[in-house]
């Protein structure tokens, strides 16, 4: 079975400091992995993935995360938060079929 | 529509009444699934169809929760007779087809609220 583990609950940063939440899973296949966004009251959307090839990927906003297959690990990166960037952040792994969620991060930025 | 649409947006029920809750897939989009979360927490994998088969239904917490598509298209998750603890957002989503380096697209969820 798959699972996904998010080190941090909540995560409060000011403006302009850089980001990074982190990320594990276990698995013992194939992955795609996923990192979702979720603003207040909106629903959940793709920030970026990893199918294959170049580990670090890019996605929306400027945010980036880099696969380590040794590590297990799809870290979460931002060189420089904005208040907008306050959200609810989740770590999602895929296998053949189904996505296996962590249990997320709350980020709040402070202007 | 563009994206996966999802009714009711929000729903409350009395303690032991039947709800049932809709997800209209991208079109054409073979793979449809259901998750719940509940507060605070990630969403939790209830089941999932490809086509109109439910390939599986291992998530579903308990009897009193039945999901279909018939015709590979529109899915109902039906809840029978309520609790409490089936208060939750209930979030659907498809994809173009099973397998791997395929993404998934969610709808906004329906949130259900059982007094």
């Known amino acids: 079975a798959q699972s996904v583990s998010q080190h941090n609950h909540h995560v409060i940063l000011s403006e302009a400091a850089s980001l990074e939440l982190g990320c594990n899973y276990s698995?013992?296949?194939?992955?795609?992995l996923f990192w979702y966004v979720q603003y207040p009251g909106q629903h959940l959307q793709l920030l970026l993935k990893?199918?294959?090839?170049?580990?670090l990927v890019k996605g929306i906003k400027g945010f980036e995360a880099e696969f380590i297959k040794s590590k297990f690990s799809f870290n979460l990166r931002k060189p420089s938060v904005q208040w907008s960037d306050t959200a609810e952040y989740f770590c999602?792994?895929?296998?053949?079929?189904?996505?296996?969620f962590g249990k997320g991060t709350m980020l709040l930025v402070s202007p | 529509g563009a994206g996966v649409s999802q009714s009711p947006r929000y729903k409350v029920a009395k303690r032991g009444q039947d709800v049932a809750l809709r997800c209209d897939p991208i079109?054409?989009?073979?793979?449809l699934f259901w998750y719940q979360q509940a507060l605070g927490q990630g969403p939790e994998f209830l089941t999932y169809?490809?086509?109109?088969?439910?390939?599986?239904k291992s998530g579903l917490p308990s009897d009193r929760f039945f999901a279909e598509r018939p015709e590979g298209s529109v899915s109902t998750l039906k809840i029978q007779r309520t609790q409490q603890e089936d208060s939750a957002v209930y979030l659907c989503?498809?994809?173009?087809?099973?397998?791997?380096?395929?993404?998934?697209?969610f709808g906004q969820g329906t949130r259900l609220t059982v007094v």
């Open positions: 079109s054409g989009h073979v793979s």
């Open positions: 999602a792994v895929k296998g053949y079929s189904t996505l296996t």
């Open positions: 698995y013992g296949g194939t992955v795609n």
């Open positions: 169809f490809q086509n109109e088969a439910q390939l599986d």
């Open positions: 989503a498809s994809s173009t087809r099973t397998g791997l380096n395929t993404e998934a697209f």
């Open positions: 990893y199918f294959s090839g170049d580990p």
